[in-house]
């Protein structure tokens, strides 16, 4: 499956362009621009080049030219209106060869050089590039352009980040397509119920063997463990942002017993779901 090209508009003819990210399922693709995305309230799934993994509040990453991606939002009612994540596309020419060769800007092609396998950064580097990433979405002129070398030194200056792909040729390989975000958007869906392997792999033309086979060298994850994740990530939403009592969110978030959300959110958490609230209610 080869992905989509996409061109990146820039209809005031500035060099980069700022936007939110709705609340669809991304498709697959790439494009010739950096790109930097922000999620600040929802969460969801991302692909880089090979990489694969849930996503929750202030999850921020940055995309090199070229790198296939898609992300993949969990809806959270129909009230919900998708502008959970800021996005921010550049080129590099925008910035200039001569400006990125010089001594002051090492730290920053550094960053560009690492941004081809994809580059995700701490929720508290995420929460600095907050208010930057919101300017860029208002300013103009000159003060646009100062917000986005202010985004830049965050990025740069970041002391704790990890690479996402494991080739950085990833986005001319096979091991991510489309059926991977089928996969996703489906489970995105229907967490909330009984997902068996059987249907999900009907989706992707594949015998159910033949699936878990490929979803797992697609993702370095079981797909009963993957799902296991997504749910935790609603259940942690829930606990956050709602009053909801914990057995009424074992529940809506598909899991058949309390033990076994126990057990599934101390993995995937590190902590009891009545920790992980306490800690936003202080």
């Known amino acids: 499956m080869i992905p989509e090209i996409i061109s990146i508009r820039h209809d005031d003819g500035s060099g980069f362009r700022a936007e939110w990210v709705d609340n669809e399922s991304s498709f697959l693709h790439v494009?010739?621009?950096?790109?930097?995305?922000?999620?600040?309230?929802?969460?969801?799934?991302?692909?880089?080049?090979?990489?694969v993994e849930i996503f929750d509040r202030y999850d921020l990453v940055i995309y090199g030219?070229?790198?296939?991606?898609?992300?993949?939002?969990?809806?959270?009612?129909?009230?919900?209106?998708?502008?959970?994540?800021?996005?921010c596309h550049f080129r590099r020419?925008?910035?200039?060869?001569p400006l990125l060769s010089q001594f002051e800007t090492a730290e920053l092609r550094r960053l560009l050089d690492d941004a081809a396998r994809g580059i995700a950064f701490t929720p508290e580097t995420g929460r600095a590039a907050e208010e930057p990433m919101r300017r860029l979405m208002t300013e103009t002129g000159m003060k646009k352009?100062?917000?986005?070398?202010?985004?830049?030194?965050?990025l740069s200056s970041a002391e704790k980040f990890k690479l996402l792909s494991g080739d950085s040729s990833?986005?001319?390989?096979d091991m991510i397509d489309s059926r991977l975000s089928a996969v996703c958007t489906f489970v995105r869906d229907n967490y909330f119920r009984p997902i068996p392997v059987k249907e999900v792999a009907?989706?992707?033309k594949m015998s159910p063997h033949?699936?878990?086979?490929f979803f797992s060298r697609s993702t370095g994850s079981g797909f009963v463990d993957y799902v296991n994740q997504v749910r935790t990530n609603k259940a942690c939403y829930l606990l956050r942002e709602t009053d909801h009592q914990i057995n009424e969110i074992v529940f809506e978030c598909g899991f058949a017993t309390v033990s076994n959300f126990n057990k599934q959110f101390r993995?995937?958490?590190g902590m009891s779901a009545r920790d992980y609230r306490a800690q936003y209610r202080n």
């Open 93 to 97: 020419e925008s910035l200039g060869e």
């Open 65 to 87: 030219p070229e790198l296939r991606h898609f992300w993949n939002f969990y809806k959270k009612d129909d009230k919900d209106t998708g502008r959970h994540a800021m996005m």
């Open 267 to 269: 993995k995937h958490a």
């Open 202 to 204: 009907a989706i992707t």
């Open 170 to 173: 990833a986005g001319s390989h």
């Open 210 to 213: 033949s699936f878990s086979r």
């Open 145 to 154: 352009m100062v917000s986005l070398f202010r985004l830049l030194e965050i």
């Open 31 to 51: 494009h010739p621009e950096y790109e930097i995305v922000l999620n600040v309230t929802g969460n969801g799934t991302r692909v880089a080049g090979d990489s």
